[in-house]
């Protein structure tokens, strides 16, 4: 029987299944080029690197944040390390002043301004050819520098996004979110071989310094300067690579209030930058982007709000129905157990679709941690990913979709604080 | 940026693929459940017809084997099962043609299993429910729990139920000599009609000689229950019994 909420249903679904379904076409066409290396590699040039690391009360992680930087596998003295102290009203000054005496490494303080100004600030002191970036609560895998910087060696590589994983996942959120990034190197490396990659994430993204000095510096963007940038390249035809070996770890929320904040930050500034740049959408000259990568992320935050309200009222209705039938013959009648028959399993198309998305997404999961963790036996992160999925994520999507659209801000510094 | 178009292709054709395949898997299922439900439904037209015959056979002379007899004990899975298919697979004309033999089934066995009882002496109880599923009646979702309880209490009771919009003449018939009203659920027992939700205490009520059905060391367990009929129990319409 087709409803106009089914019919709703199987637009979604089938938008939904077809990004799985580009996605997993598009690594079997492109598998050979994924290039994961385990062995130390030595590079025949070692070109200037300056690493920026905008610090706001991060006391409790900048210095394991810069020693990770100081114990890469890359000639100091082709490093240059400049730590900004973005107004920070906890001990993460002290904390830098630690390393004042490392020849590498110069420091400044300045008034809180957001992160744009102190990744800007960066910039105008950085005197290498290439700059990135590594927010002081994640650090560098050794490897993870030379391992992007063989992407430089094609001249038109404008930008360089590493592999973001969750450092030593230790509660189930965490578990879920771990799997969450692995997923997310997969889609990373797919959307780099579409030339659709529209966030150089904040964690160690490199890009060449001519990117700035063309296309200006960083901007507010809605607290989400790390996808701006990436999508004011897209729009200029700048060339971002993934390099899904160089692994960069990141702390991850532990409590689901941390998680729900970072996540509307997310979602908001996902929906606000690509209606900043909605010219990209569906548009030729652009490509992959535009016709799979942007929209993809539109129709995957819409699919997830359906899906999860037509749980909720397939929920309600049943809570419904059982307190009819508690209220017509008693709480015992619930403790009837029913024969097993398989006439009862609810075979209806619009089920079997749902289980068919479900296994797509997982066999993009599978290989996310294939190409993470070199194996691709399933976790119970994954289990608890389709759990967070389902429950909270639906969440922090709607409260993104409604400030993006009654245009609230999200409060990145409170977030930091929290 | 060059776009290949041959993987945009590509991946509609698989994805329209995977969503025949599960369309069509998912018709493969609902035909098979609707030819199960035609089995049942032919096997209990053969056990009624069976009995009947059984019936006509002994007539006044024997009633030992007709006791042992199955009474067409199919009925009220494949009720479950016809609301089931009626709330997932969806109405079609086929679950309709079912859902009209199903209530021509229910009739019969009504008729006969009356007739047996009355020739036998038996203790059957008979409860005729109709309902609707034309409109949102949350009184009807309640009175079918409170039936359902009611037979898993009683086991010789036979309750039968009706979809009171369904155009079947048989059913106008039935509505029309016991005169049910449109105001839903509706129950007919002992010949009188009454209408909105009956909890199992007040069917209790209503007909004490439910428990009379029970075999002794249950009816002991039930013999709790006043046998009162209280003025909201009244039957709507007070209409006799037909000669059958």
Redesign the interface.
Known sequence: ?VTVPNAIF?VFT?LS??IQ??LI??FF?KRKQIVIRKEDITLKKYPKVSIIVPCYNEEKTAYKTIRSLLNLNYPQDKLEIILVDDGSTDGTWNVLERFKNYSNIQMFRKENGGKHTAMNLGLERATAEFVGGLDADSFVHPEALKRIMTYFVDQKVMAVAPAVVVHQPKNVLQKAQKAEYDFGVFMKKMQGFL?GIYVTPGPFSIFRKSVFENLGPYKKAHNTEDQEIALRMQKH?YTIEHCPDAYVYTTSPDTIAKLYRQRVRWIYGFLKNAADYRELFFN??????G??ALPAGVISILTVIYVFTSLLYTIVTMV??KI??V???GFS?LL?IHAFDW??I????I???AV?LSLALLFSLLLGRKMVEGKMRPTMGIAYFFVLSATLAPMWLCKAVYRAIFAKQTNWALERAN | ????WT??I???F??LA??LG??L???Y??NK?LS?LQNIQDKIATDILSSEVENSLLEEESCTDVTNSVLSGELGSLAD?IT?SEN????SDELTSLKKNYSLLQIKDYLLTKKIAERCKLKFAFILYFYTTADDC?EC???G??L??LR?KYPALRVYSFDYDLDLSAIRALISVYKVPKELPALVINGKVYSG?K??EDIEKIAPALKDTLPKEEKKAAAKITPTVSPSEQPVADTTEPKI
């Open positions: 029987m199987y089938f299944i077809f379904v580009f076409v598009t066409d030339g035809h030729k000259k652009y490509g992959n982007i016709f799979f419904i129905d009819a039938q209220n017509a013959v009648s009837h006439f009862f609810n075979t209806a198309a089920n079997l679709i068919l | 940026m060059k776009i290949d993987k945009y590509l991946s509609f698989i994805t995977i969503f599960a369309i898997l998912s018709n299922f609902s459940k199960q099962k089931y997932n697979i969806g109405s949350t979702v309640k009175q729990y409170s359902t309880e898993n939700f909890s199992v």
